[in-house]
């Protein structure tokens, strides 16, 4: 049986601090400018530095931890409207939904999450699903050919270069195919620190779900599309937990570009030991240089 949990909404105050964000950044790997230097930032449309979209789904997932112990994150969506500033007040709540017909798991529970800023406007939105550990031997499936090989880089097919949105030069060298990856091994010490960062009642039994799409996060802002790169929406299927010291290996593959709107699409991947699928979903970036 699952904990007994919380069934009204659950309303969360916070701050982040440019502090959090370098602390981060040197967690994660991902030091995109616009999150970690002030300078830069203040040349963008941002006009100043903005939280790792992972930072927030972090403090998330440590509210979750604190009102739903015991449960794990069998899924997570992501959308980040609007950029949460260094020092900004900032609302997270959870509500209580539906669980979808026919859920995976007999003890599936559906919440809704939302980060406001002070004049109301969304900072992140999603949905949770968390289960019961028990249920993780019923775990949907990889999805079909997950295991296959991502495919090699493509020519553009209509055979003409898009049309890229104003200071998009660069837009041109990305084609559909275009993949990144990196290998990590996160440490204890690195999970005492996400733990911090996460206000995370505790120390997690194993590696927390964010530090996996934070390795996506780095490949978007570092590699590709790379510096500049505005994260707007993640999706995420948690399929086996990770250790501490496991080697990771994360991938991002681009799988559409709408240059008119200077828009990616990426699939993004994480695998464990032995190719252990550990985590899929996707991705969608703004990319202005």
């Known amino acids: 049986m699952p904990p007994v949990t919380d069934l009204a909404t659950i309303v969360h105050p916070f701050v982040l601090t440019q502090q959090d964000f370098n602390r981060f950044a040197a967690l994660s790997g991902d030091h995109n400018p616009i999150h970690v230097d002030p300078v830069f930032s203040a040349g963008t449309p941002f006009g100043g530095t903005v939280s790792h979209g992972m930072l927030l789904f972090s403090r998330l997932r440590g509210l979750l931890a604190r009102h739903y112990p015991g449960l794990t994150l069998a899924s997570q969506t992501l959308m980040f409207p609007a950029p949460c500033y260094a020092d900004e007040p900032l ?155 496991e080697l990771l290996t994360a991938s991002v593959e681009i799988s559409r570009l709408r240059a008119d709107k200077a828009l990616v699409n990426l699939r993004t991947r994480c695998t464990g030991a032995e190719g252990r699928l550990i985590c899929h979903g996707e991705a969608l970036v703004l990319f202005r240089q």
């Open 91 to 245: 609302t997270l709540a959870l509500t209580p939904a539906p669980r979808p017909d026919g859920a995976v798991f007999a003890s599936a529970i559906v919440l809704q999450a939302e980060v406001r800023k002070a004049d109301g406007r969304l900072g992140l939105s999603g949905t949770c699903t968390l289960h019961a550990m028990a249920d993780a031997n019923t775990a949907p499936a990889s999805p079909a050919g997950s295991s296959a090989p991502l495919p090699a880089r493509q020519p553009n097919p209509s055979g003409a270069a898009p049309t890229p949105a104003a200071g998009l030069s660069r837009y041109l060298d990305l084609r559909l195919g275009d993949r990144a990856s990196l290998e990590r091994r996160y440490t204890q010490a690195d999970i005492a620190s996400w733990a911090a960062l996460a206000d995370y009642p505790g120390l997690p039994a194993t590696l927390p779900e964010p530090l996996i799409p934070a390795l996506f996060s780095c490949l978007l802002g570092e590699e590709l599309p790379g510096h500049g790169t505005n994260y707007l929406k993640q999706s995420l299927q948690f399929l086996a937990p990770a250790q501490a010291g």
